[in-house]
């Protein structure tokens, strides 16, 4: 599979500021989905983008995409220390009758109060 | 909506135990369902998907006969780790979907903590 690469690997900010992760794939997409990891629990989508699109907005959440250098952004602004987790980015991979995610190695952001 | 379902959220036990962990979508039909595997600050690994009515399909290096799926039912999946070994212990998370698709989110579940003695 071509896991993606996201950047950095940790993050540690304080509230209020703003979080930016980054994520890297390999293989042409139809879509892109970031989910969101609290420790010890399962994942929560938080916003699917598609080919087309390039840019998505959900609450303090803002998603970019760039099928050029196949990558996207996650911009999480006004920070909370409930924001601690895990962040992922996924994409599918297979042909069309069926399709798996795979997702990256994640991204750790700490919000310190 | 769009809940998963997945238990038991804990295990302890002695090694060369059978561990089976089961996977409900409480308020969908989930025609494909899928097994992951994850280690301590590391991403999430498939290990199998699951459709309902046929067998899984499993990840390259996932020992099919170690891993047991059944999908019976369209809100049902379950993993038994037969013959479970210290190596076995890790975090194991089920997801759902609705359509073979790859343009639905998938919902998942809370996770289950293996730990083998």
């Known amino acids: 599979s071509q896991q993606g690469e996201e950047d950095p690997q940790a993050l540690s900010i304080q509230e209020g500021e703003n979080a930016t992760m980054n994520c890297s794939y390999k293989?042409?997409?139809?879509?892109l989905q970031w989910y969101r990891q609290n420790s010890g629990r399962g994942l929560v989508h938080l916003i699917l983008i598609r080919s087309n699109e390039r840019e998505k907005h959900s609450g303090r959440l803002r998603v970019t995409l760039d099928t050029s250098k196949k990558s996207s952004s996650l911009l999480i602004t006004a920070s909370r220390a409930a924001d601690t987790a895990s962040y992922f980015c996924?994409?599918?991979?297979?042909?069309?009758?069926?399709?798996?995610?795979?997702f990256g190695t994640g991204t750790r952001l700490l919000v310190s109060p | 909506g769009a809940v998963v379902s997945q238990h038991p959220s804990w295990v302890i036990c002695k090694s060369g135990t059978s561990v089976k962990i089961e996977c409900r979508s409480l308020d969908f039909q989930a025609t494909t369902m899928f097994w992951y595997r994850q280690f301590p600050k590391q991403s999430l690994m498939l290990m199998a998907t699951?459709?309902?009515?046929?067998?899984?399909?499993?990840e390259q290096g996932v020992e099919k006969d170690k891993f047991l799926i059944n999908h019976a039912s369209l809100t049902l999946s379950t993993l038994t780790v037969t013959s479970a070994h210290p190596e076995d212990s890790s975090f194991y998370i089920c997801?759902?979907?609705?359509?073979?698709?790859?343009?639905?989110?998938?919902?998942f579940g809370d996770g289950t903590r293996l730990s083998i003695l």
């Open positions: 996924a994409t599918p991979e297979g042909n069309t009758g069926f399709q798996k995610l795979v």
């Open positions: 699951s459709n309902e009515g046929s067998k899984a399909t499993y």
């Open positions: 293989t042409s997409i139809n879509n």
């Open positions: 997801s759902a979907r609705v359509n073979p698709f790859g343009d639905l989110p998938q919902h």
